[in-house]
């Protein structure tokens, strides 16, 4: 198994896993052509990838789906509840596959485990045991790492923004992603990723220390998935 991303952030997330044949496009918040010139830097086409799985109805997430799905008649799976939000933008579209959030899937040599979040991983607000517990002992994880608190709180956001970033549905900060490191099982982790990185309010020297102080490892372990170029393979 290898995964990789074509980029990641408030402009558009992409993330690419493939094993024995099967490749999923997990997300695509890019339009047509930015998304065919990001599978090329990984050596892909569209004609590569088996399906989308999108995580949540966020522009950033799903908004390039509906066009490039049907531009390469690729087949789309997402929760009900995901499917509802966005029945305007799917109307008329075929081969979209719905799933419970709760439910084992497979699409084709790759198994599925969804479990709720207050949010979405990469949008994850806080943590809970529930997601903790579905993390501990995983071989690689993309983490969000949005924002450091004390560049958000001497930024230039309106208040209001400030609050809804660092609230519940909002995003996870440097700090509140390295305590679920170390609450979890990270004895299997050979690859950490941060990613959702805010251009304002974070950067990936502070995201990588915050990490790295949490699993007790050096900077350079870290991965950071970056707006503009994601991230290469990564092998399991």
């Not at 305007?88 to 081969?95: A, L």
Request: hydrophobic content about 45%; glycine content about 12%.
């Amino acid at each position: 198994m290898r995964f990789a991303s074509l980029g990641s952030g408030s402009d558009g997330n992409g993330l690419v896993v493939e094993a024995d044949g099967t490749c999923v496009l997990v997300d695509c918040g890019f339009g047509v052509k930015d998304t065919v010139a990001r599978l090329a830097r990984l050596g892909l086409e569209p004609s590569s990838l088996t399906a989308i799985l999108v995580t949540h109805e966020h522009a950033d997430h799903i908004g390039g789906v509906p066009a490039f799905a049907a531009r390469y008649e690729i087949p789309v799976w997402a929760t009900f509840g995901t499917l509802a939000e966005v029945s305007w933008r799917i109307e008329g579209m075929t081969r979209i596959y719905g799933f419970d959030s709760h439910d084992h899937f497979a699409i084709g040599a790759l198994e599925v485990t969804p479990f709720a979040v207050p949010h979405v991983l990469t949008d994850l607000g806080v943590s809970t045991a529930h997601v903790e517990a579905s993390l501990s002992g995983c071989d690689a994880l993309v983490l969000e790492c949005n924002h450091d608190l004390e560049m958000l709180a001497r930024g230039d956001y309106p208040y209001s923004l400030k609050q809804r970033i660092a609230g519940r549905f909002g995003h996870l900060h440097n700090e509140a992603a390295a305590g679920i490191l170390a609450r979890i099982d990270t004895s299997h982790l050979t690859h950490i990723l941060a990613a959702h990185l805010s251009r304002d309010n974070n950067t990936p020297e502070l995201a990588r220390g915050a990490l790295a102080s949490a699993l007790g490892c050096t900077h350079d372990w870290i991965g950071v998935a970056d707006q503009a170029s994601g991230f290469g393979w990564r092998g399991l």
